[in-house]
């Protein structure tokens, strides 16, 4: 049956201490103090958050790569994992269609231009379930899943399980959140942020659209919610 609901995701993991570490990482470059005796010496949140702000705003990213998060995702189409997996400094982890045998019909992903229209989705599941009876016929005539696989579309859904640090999460935000980035996909890294910033709210304003921290669109195409760069 097909899966048309948004990506699921989790975070599963990120550290109890996350302020308190980018705060000393910052801090140890300009002290004669011990890492652990900066770390030990303040729990005042607001002078931590200030020297944090300055710092990335200086643009000394290091600091915040010391923050490791990982999110479990799920019930998104492998469409919009090959475009996560395009990034950089991240980790993965993913469903494999070459061990994991389809049985029946596979879960699949309507992307929500063929979902309003009503003819076209309607050829869309029935296309769908004439490749999962192909991909069942041959399995059944004993081809390996891993070759079978080679007909299953894009939209099959998956699941990954995707660790980064905070400066790349920072940095798929900035361009997965821009309206030019596939549905999907900024619906998926939407709800990533939007979990962490749960835990960790001051990280809100820098979980945005590139726009919104360049105070400009550099897109060759703009969505007009900020001026354009004059060059």
């Known amino acids: 049956m097909e899966n048309n609901n948004k990506p699921v995701v989790h975070l599963i993991s ?3 201490n996350m302020l308190k570490t980018i705060y000393t990482a910052a801090r140890t470059c300009y002290s004669a103090l011990s890492p652990y005796e900066i770390y030990e010496s303040t729990d005042d ?6 020297l944090i702000e300055r710092v990335i705003s200086s643009g000394h990213y290091s600091v915040i790569e010391h923050i490791q998060v990982s999110f479990a995702i799920s019930n998104v189409s492998r469409a919009c994992t090959h475009q996560l997996v395009r990034h950089r ?3 993965f982890s993913q469903k494999s269609q070459r061990y994991v045998k389809e ?3 596979f879960d699949y992903i309507i992307p929500p231009t063929i979902e309003r229209n009503e003819e076209l989705k309607a050829k869309f599941i029935d296309f769908m379930g004439k490749v999962s009876e192909m991909y069942t016929e041959f399995t059944e005539a004993g081809i390996p899943a891993e070759d079978a696989r080679a007909v299953l579309p894009n939209a ?3 699941s990954i399980v995707a660790s980064l640090n905070l400066r790349e999460l920072i940095h798929l935000a900035n361009l997965r959140l821009c309206t030019r980035a596939q549905y999907e996909i ?4 939407k709800i ?3 979990e962490l910033v749960k835990e960790e709210p001051w990280l809100k304003s820098y979980l945005v659209p590139k726009c919104e921290r360049l105070g400009y669109c550099d897109e060759d195409k703009s969505c007009g919610r900020k001026p354009k760069l004059n060059v």
């Open 156 to 158: 099959a859904a998956s």
């Open 103 to 105: 049985k029946g019909q």
């Open 192 to 194: 990533m942020c939007e």
């Open 14 to 16: 990120k550290p109890d």
């Open 186 to 189: 900024r619906t998926m890294v």
């Open 45 to 50: 949140t607001e002078k931590m958050l200030n």
């Open 89 to 91: 400094h991240m980790s």
